[in-house]
């Protein structure tokens, strides 16, 4: 067969032949089958056919040929895998490779379209692919400086231009309340958080997620900044939304370039050479390191990217609560190094903002995770933790539609006792009937720790019963281990209640997620 044509040479063959020419059906379907062989696609129209159909087989027969295979866009293979099987393909694709091919839109892109943004130069940062984390961004880092081929014309993916509020132009909302939601005692602090969004505009459906840009807390700026000269205010407030949490490429360049004390400079020399180190390491980290060898808080300003906007999935529906947007976020703190460490945006939420404060935003709109567009479609919900909060939304949304299908929610957390998110809510919502099937799980509350893909397992018939009646499975919260537990264990219901074999119930369960009937929100 000839080599096949694009889309765009296809449509342009078959409009050469308006219906305006003044040629007979036998003469119109000759040209029609002449300009096809020219272009290689064989057998477009039949004599006689009139080309309708015959045209959009062509251009099916197109679509389906020139349909690029991402082998390595599975988020079970590790980077090196992944990195293997891109290794002979353009920049572009070697880019999307290094991403953690979830498609979450945590970036602000899928996985193809951040890489083609990145590769066309559209896209600057490096760092926005938070599943990823520094592996990716590495990568990343790596590939943009040995460059590549760059295919001419594919994936700007900015040509799009956005209206409105925006990651790039957020909304200046105000904080409504910021309610603690576990109880005393536990190993916990999980917020319910409200924002008000009236005057902004701003619209979402269930299932997206709310960017937010927070501020790094005045302890961590002022002790960066007493290990650099020439401090002024403004240098305060610019590292207040400077990334702080990783000691930068430009950092370590600009004090190998300052660094003069002899056992600094050997320190650094070997700091260099183990970049698994320097991974491990804070700004504040880093400068306690080389104090001696202070440098200007101007060239340390510069040194370091702006903080990326921390995008939460949203517990509400505007249906329930208009001009209001509803997040659940779990408060980060640890210690290292003898120091307490702060999640940013979630301590900014905890600590740092106060009823009536401002906080800025934009929605980041979902790659298909939504209720079912039936209302009587059955919808099963794997959310422990903070995934609980999509699955509020959700609900919220059902009962506002009056939507008849059935609901199945599987939570998950340490202590019934203390962790119980939403708790009475969720048991109201049983007890009315909108929430036909609650399971929890609680590792803690015996001696043989539970999760939800154990509860999953011992309801297994009931599930597999419920997908068979069109029931759409989601599922949100960890990537790296509960997801793919959960992914694991949907596998064997498959397998085991169906009697299928492996591949069958691999192809069963891809036939789910072809259909967006098996949908992830997973980080």
């Known amino acids: 067969m000839n080599k096949p044509m694009d889309t765009k040479k296809l449509i342009a063959s078959v409009s050469l032949i308006p219906e305006s020419a003044p040629f007979n059906e036998e003469q119109r379907a000759w040209l029609s089958g002449f300009f096809a062989g020219m272009t290689g696609i064989e057998e477009m129209t039949a004599a006689g056919s009139g080309g309708v159909g015959s045209v959009d087989a062509g251009l099916a027969m197109v679509e389906e040929e020139e349909e690029e295979d991402f082998p390595w866009h599975d988020d079970a293979l590790p980077i090196d895998e992944r990195m293997e099987l891109a290794a002979e393909r353009p920049q572009n694709r070697k880019l999307m490779a290094a991403m953690a091919q979830l498609d979450c839109g945590s970036c602000g892109y899928l996985c193809q379209t951040y890489a083609e943004a990145i590769a066309t130069g559209d896209e600057s940062n490096l760092t926005l692919c938070t599943p990823g984390g520094k592996e990716t961004a590495k990568m990343l880092k790596k590939l943009v400086k040995l460059g590549g081929e760059i295919p001419t014309g594919e994936g700007s993916a900015s040509a799009a231009v956005e209206e409105g509020y925006t990651r790039k132009n957020p909304f ?213 933790g903070t995934g609980i909060a999509p699955f509020i939304s959700f609900l919220q949304e059902r009962a506002a539609r009056n939507a008849g299908g059935d609901n199945w929610l599987f939570f998950g957390d340490q202590q019934a006792a203390t962790d119980f998110l939403y708790q009475e809510q969720l048991e109201k919502w049983h007890q009315e009937g909108l929430l036909n099937k609650l399971d929890t799980a609680f590792s803690r509350d015996q001696e043989e720790k539970i999760y939800v893909q154990d509860r999953m397992r011992e309801n297994a018939a009931q599930l597999f019963q419920w997908l068979e009646a069109g029931g759409s499975f989601f599922v949100c919260g960890d990537a790296s281990r509960m997801a793919k537990d959960v992914d694991k264990a949907l596998h064997e219901i498959v397998q085991q209640q169906g009697g299928l074999s492996v591949e069958d119930a691999q192809a069963y369960i891809k036939k789910l997620k072809t259909e967006n009937r098996y949908c992830r929100d997973v980080y």
Request: hydrophobic share 40%; proline share 3%; aromatic share 4%.
């Open 172 to 384: 200046v909302a105000k904080l409504i309340k910021s309610d603690k939601l576990t109880g005393e005692g536990s190993n916990k602090d999980v917020r319910h958080v409200e924002i008000d969004l009236s005057g902004s505009g701003l619209e979402y459906e269930v299932g997206d997620a709310l960017g937010l840009y927070a501020t790094n807390c005045s302890e961590l700026v002022n002790e960066v900044l007493s290990h650099c000269d020439g401090v002024k205010d403004c240098h305060v407030e610019a590292l207040a939304t400077k990334d702080l949490a990783t000691a930068t490429d430009e950092l370590v360049e600009l004090f190998q370039a300052n660094v003069k004390e002899p056992l600094e400079v050997q320190r650094l020399e070997k700091l260099v050479e183990d970049e698994d180190q320097i991974d491990e390491l804070d700004v504040l980290d880093f400068l306690q390191m080389f104090s001696a060898s202070r440098v200007s808080a101007d060239a340390v300003v510069e040194a370091l990217p702006a903080l990326n906007a921390r995008l939460y999935s949203i517990a509400s529906s505007l249906k329930a609560h208009p001009n209001q947007v509803h997040l659940t976020v779990g408060k980060v703190t640890y210690e290292k190094n003898d120091r307490l460490r702060k999640g940013v945006a979630s301590t900014f939420l905890s600590d740092r903002v106060e009823a009536g404060g401002s906080v800025n935003v934009f929605v980041q709109k979902s790659h298909g995770f939504t209720v079912p567009v039936d209302d009587n479609s059955p919808m099963i919900m794997v959310g422990p």
